[in-house]
């Protein structure tokens, strides 16, 4: 159907800000969506947003609160939820990495534990099993950078533009455990249900 409304879970932050600008670009009126204000849902021509935490983005999608959804894959591989995510975009790009002390070695020997705080206990837990480790993990939800600094931890697992806030800190980084871009994905009920409709939303985005 023509009008039928898609509802989209968007990150907050920068990949809101570049969702509204592609949807502005193919002609789509975003004028009433603003992060500045308290709302959280906005409802526009055939679209409903959900303003989202950019971690809880796929579990909307999952759970089919939302149709789809555009956030950093790092949320998507992080959360484990079950969802079509067949579109990367052209923003959102950055990586995630292992830092420590600039005056630290860390090797990589099998079988040792490893403490390492990250704010994605997931994606940090599988990086070191496999690399044979013993990862004790450290869940912080603030400035991970601290950690290794105090003592904390021997290495943080954090996500860097371009690496300088962790030079700052006296940190250097050591591996890339993953490359990251803003990507849609969607719910795997609406993709049968809306699907001429979320194909006319893909081609939109994708501009």
């Known amino acids: 159907m023509e009008n039928e409304r898609v509802v989209l879970a968007v990150a907050k932050g920068r990949i809101m800000d570049d969702a509204l600008r592609a949807l502005k670009k193919s002609g789509i009126n975003v004028s009433s969506v603003s992060q500045k204000t308290r709302e959280l849902i906005f409802d526009f021509q055939n679209y409903r947003i959900l303003s989202c935490k950019p971690i809880d983005v796929p579990k909307y999608v999952e759970m089919g609160t939302a149709d789809c959804g555009i956030v950093g894959s790092d949320c998507i591989t992080e959360s484990m939820c079950d ?6 975009l052209k923003f959102g790009k950055c990586k995630m990495v292992v830092a420590c002390q600039k ?13 390492v ?5 997931n994606i940090a837990k599988k990086y070191f099993e496999d690399k044979k480790m013993i990862p004790k993990i450290i869940y912080l939800n603030g400035s991970v950078e601290l950690a290794p600094l105090v003592g904390l931890s021997d290495v943080i697992v954090d996500i860097t533009e371009s690496g300088e806030t962790i030079r700052k800190n006296n ?8 490359d990251i871009t803003a990507k849609v994905i969607f719910n795997k009920t609406s993709v049968r ?15």
Do not use: C, H, R
């Not at 705080?117 to 206990?121: E, I, L, V």
């Not at 940190?171 to 993953?178: A, F, P």
């Not at 249900?193 to 501009?207: D, G, R, S, V, Y």
């Open 117 to 121: 705080a990250t704010k994605f206990p």
């Open 83 to 88: 969802v079509y995510e067949p579109i990367s």
């Open 171 to 178: 940190l250097k980084i050591i591996d890339t455990v993953m």
């Open 103 to 115: 005056n630290m070695k860390i090797k990589y020997k099998q079988g040792e534990e490893i403490k």
């Open 193 to 207: 249900t809306k699907q001429k409709t979320l194909e006319n939303f893909a081609k939109i985005i994708k501009k």
